[in-house]
Structure formats: structure tokens, C-alpha cells
């Protein structure tokens, strides 16, 4: 099979590496890929960005791909499912119906008020103005989403009054991230350990994939900037066998059933992020793909073939497939540029990647290859991802081979995995 992944950061690494592994799998391209990818077997890089779904088209087209597999949310927001499907080619992922679960927030609150599945109260607002009389009564702390996309900076936690009026002024006022926050979701903090479930579907049947946990927070202990994810873990303890079911029948099935009621078919990988608390879940969001840096780990741990389950997720073909999960632990600690989230400087040449093992791996999620050297080409730019018999192993294996690499402004959490220890 010819495979295109669609992407190029740290999860779409971690696809290609895995896909790479299936006796299936003839040869990889992926748009646009990074250092990383282009150096596993079976694979190459061709320059054309994510979000150039005529480019993609084309060029799936001219290859004759056998699947495409969509890695990042834009090119799903914007329809890329539809249009490959509309000229015949299997293309795994939400359509652009389904991915208003990522693409809109109000739409997938109102999916979840609907599907009476537990989560966050909140308010619906377009005007400013009436947002503003809101906040005023409202309890605090609050949290402010824009409805839209916005590359990981929607979501704004206010801890006071006066930073929910400049969460609000910056979103619909000054329009800090444009149309993304024309209207915006208020709601209920909710307290408790985030984690990420994410399952696989085919628009018929739904597979979870193993647990995982995230570290949102720039800093150690949970502090600093929201970013993209600094590093994650799987499986967590959080999730037991029973939560896993509960999971299952108190919030994906529902949520599919109430897709289905309104006519949308869900296919491709659906992220639930949740609050736990006391065995109490309720859902903070949903994803319309695979999480990143989650991918990492939770890939290191599987045994079954990713490129056969992908295909059948794409052809309505899950029902009675089983997945294998290494019983090992995996830990991903992402090292990133100085500066991130915010200004970050790139083209800084990289040290130290050392030999890779079958339980080591270094996924790349921002570098390019210059002149035989590997340089930084983003904020989030490694995530070195260990396995061990148990979490303090894994741990000790992804934090050796990251304290062996470097470059200039290089920084990591070192608490990656230590919540629940
Ligand atoms: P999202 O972009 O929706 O994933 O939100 C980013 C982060 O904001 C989440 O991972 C949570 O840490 C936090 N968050 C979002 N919604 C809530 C909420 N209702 N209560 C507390 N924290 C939240
Ligand atoms: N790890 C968070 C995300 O993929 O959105």
C-alpha cells in the first residue's frame, strides 16, 4: 500500500514510524513531514503544507494513494475528508460535519447537553456586551473558550474578575485571534486530574485506544503558559478497567449516538479530554484527531499492525478487531525552544540524538535537515519517549536520553508522569 500522512510534528513522527512497521505498508510520503520523518524506512518527505487540500489532492491523485491518514485539526475543519472521499480515495478522519467537534465549540456543547453526557456547564454569547454583564455575577474562576479554532490559545482559565474581562476584551473586542472569537463558550471550572481518551472509529464501531495523560502547563508542578502538551504518559493510573468501561458507555457511545442523530457518521480518531475527579467524569473538550505529544507513547506500547487498523477504521471494517497492547509503560518528555508558547528563535543545530533502541525512541516534532545537520524548525521540537516496566522506568529511560541532547535555549519539564507517584 502507498500511505500519505498528512502533518508535521511530533504525532505525525510517531504515525509514520509505526505505519512504516506493517508488512502492508509499501511506501510512506509525507506533507510536509520534518527531519524525523524523512529519515524512516519506506518514507519521504514532499513539500506541500497541510492545509493545501488541492495540493494534497493532486498529488494523491498523481501517486494513486492507497489512504491518506490526517494528522492535525485544520485540514479536517476545512473538509479534506470530503474532498478525497468526493474523488474516490480513502481518507481516514472526521468529514467536515464531524470535525465541528473540534472545529466549534458550541457544537460539540451542544452535542454533549443534548447527548445528556457530563460536562461543564456553560453559556453561549455573541455580543460582548452581554458577556460582559455575565462575568460580573458569575462565579470565579471562570473559563472562556473562543468558539472557534485557535492553535491551542482559545481556552482562557480566569482566576479573578479582571482577568475574565481581559479574556473577553482580548477575544471579542480586539479579536485577538479573529473570527475564532466571534462567539465564545463561558463556562464552569471544573477541578479534579486531566486525562486523554482517545478511541478509533470507523462511522459504525468504536475502538478505545490505551489511556493517556498530557502535562498541559509549561513548568514543572503544573505551572507557567497553557501549550500544545510538554509531555505525556500511558497508560495512566487514573483509568481503571472500570472507568475504561464507563468511559465507553457514559460518554463516547452517547456521543456518537447523538452525532448519529443528527446525521453525522463519526470516522477516524476522536479525542475526549476529561476531568476526573473522585471517579466523577465530566468532558473539557473534544479533539477530531489523534493527540500530540499523546500519539508517542501510546503508539510505542502497540503491537497490533496501525496500518491495517487504520485501513479498516476507513472502510467501515472495525467490527471484532482487537487491539494489542505492550504491557510496558511509555513516557514522552517534549524538548522545546526558549521562548515557547510564545516567540521562539529556530535554526539551531541539535546534539546528542543518541542511538535509538527498541525501547528509545526520538520523535522529531519541529526540525528540518540542513546541509546534513539537524536544526530546531519549531516551538515543541523533540519528544523523547522511553519504555519501562513501570512508570519510574520509563521515566528514567526517556529522561537519560534527554538529558544527553541539547542546543542553544533548549528546555524540558523534568516532572513528566510524576502526578500520580
Ligand atoms: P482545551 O483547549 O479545551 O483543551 O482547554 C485547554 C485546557 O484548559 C484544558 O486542558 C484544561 O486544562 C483547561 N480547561 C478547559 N476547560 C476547563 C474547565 N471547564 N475547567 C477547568 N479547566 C479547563
Ligand atoms: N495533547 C493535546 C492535544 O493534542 O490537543
Not at 127 to 134: G, I, L, Q, V
Request: net charge negative; with cysteine.
Amino acid at each position: 500500500m502507498k500511505v500519505l500522512v498528512i502533518g508535521s510534528g511530533g504525532r505525525e513522527h510517531a504515525l509514520v514510524w509505526k505505519i512504516a512497521q506493517s508488512d502492508l505498508c509499501e511506501k510512506i510520503f509525507v506533507a510536509p513531514g520534518n527531519a524525523g520523518t524523512a529519515k524512516e524506512p519506506k518514507t519521504k518527505n514532499v513539500d506541500i503544507k497541510a492545509e493545501d487540500l488541492d495540493g494534497l489532492l493532486e498529488f494523491a491523485k498523481t501517486e494513486r494513494i492507497d489512504l491518506s491518514i490526517v494528522g492535525p485539526e485544520a485540514p479536517l475543519v476545512m473538509g479534506i475528508v470530503d474532498l478525497f472521499e468526493k474523488n474516490n480515495l480513502l481518507c481516514l478522519g472526521p468529514n467536515k460535519l464531524a470535525a465541528q467537534m473540534e472545529g466549534s465549540k458550541i457544537f460539540m456543547k451542544d452535542v454533549l447537553k443534548k447527548g445528556n453526557i457530563p460536562t461543564a456547564n456553560h453559556k453561549v454569547f455573541s455580543e460582548a456586551a452581554t458577556a460582559k454583564e455575565f462575568l460580573k455575577n458569575c462565579e470565579i474562576p471562570v473559563v472562556l473558550k473562543a468558539d472557534g479554532l485557535a492553535g491551542g490559545k482559545g481556552v482562557i482559565v480566569a482566576f479573578s474578575r479582571e482577568e475574565a474581562f481581559e479574556a473577553l476584551n482580548s477575544l471579542m473586542v480586539k479579536q485577538k485571534l479573529g473570527s475564532a472569537g466571534d462567539n465564545l463558550v463561558v463556562e464552569e471550572f471544573l477541578r479534579g486530574e486531566e486525562a486523554s481518551f482517545i478511541v478509533l472509529c470507523d462511522g459504525k464501531n468504536v475502538i478505545p485506544l490505551a489511556s493517556s495523560q498530557d502535562h498541559k502547563q509549561r513548568d514543572d508542578g503544573d505551572k507557567g503558559p497553557n501549550t500544545g502538551g510538554m509531555g505525556a504518559y500511558s497508560p495512566t493510573p487514573l483509568i481503571t478497567n472500570e472507568l475504561n468501561d464507563e468511559i465507553m458507555n457514559k460518554i463516547i457511545e452517547p456521543t456518537l449516538a447523538e452525532l448519529k442523530n443528527r446525521g453525522i457518521k463519526y470516522k477516524g480518531f476522536l479525542y475526549a479530554g476529561l476531568m476526573i475527579e473522585k471517579n466523577e467524569i465530566k468532558v473539557l473538550e473534544y479533539n477530531c484527531r489523534f493527540g500530540d505529544p499523546e500519539t508517542q507513547p501510546i503508539l510505542m506500547r502497540m503491537k497490533s499492525d496501525f496500518l491495517k487498523l487504520c485501513l479498516k477504521a476507513s472502510k467501515t471494517e472495525l467490527e471484532n478487531e482487537i487491539i494489542e497492547w505492550d504491557d510496558r509503560y511509555a513516557l514522552g518528555v517534549v524538548m522545546a525552544s526558549k521562548g515557547y508558547p510564545e516567540k521562539y528563535d529556530i535554526g539551531f543545530p541539535i546534539s546528542g540524538i543518541s542511538e535509538e533502541s527498541e525501547s528509545i525512541k526520538v520523535f522529531h516534532c519541529g526540525t528540518k535537515k540542513i546541509a546534513g545537520e539537524i536544526l530546531t524548525d519549531g516551538g515543541r521540537v523533540l519528544c523523547v519517549t522511553g519504555l519501562g516496566e513501570n512508570l519510574e522506568n520509563a521515566f528514567q529511560s526517556a529522561y537519560e536520553s534527554t538529558s544527553k541532547i541539547s542546543w542553544e535555549g533548549a528546555f524540558y519539564r523534568k516532572d513528566i508522569g510524576k502526578r500520580n507517584q
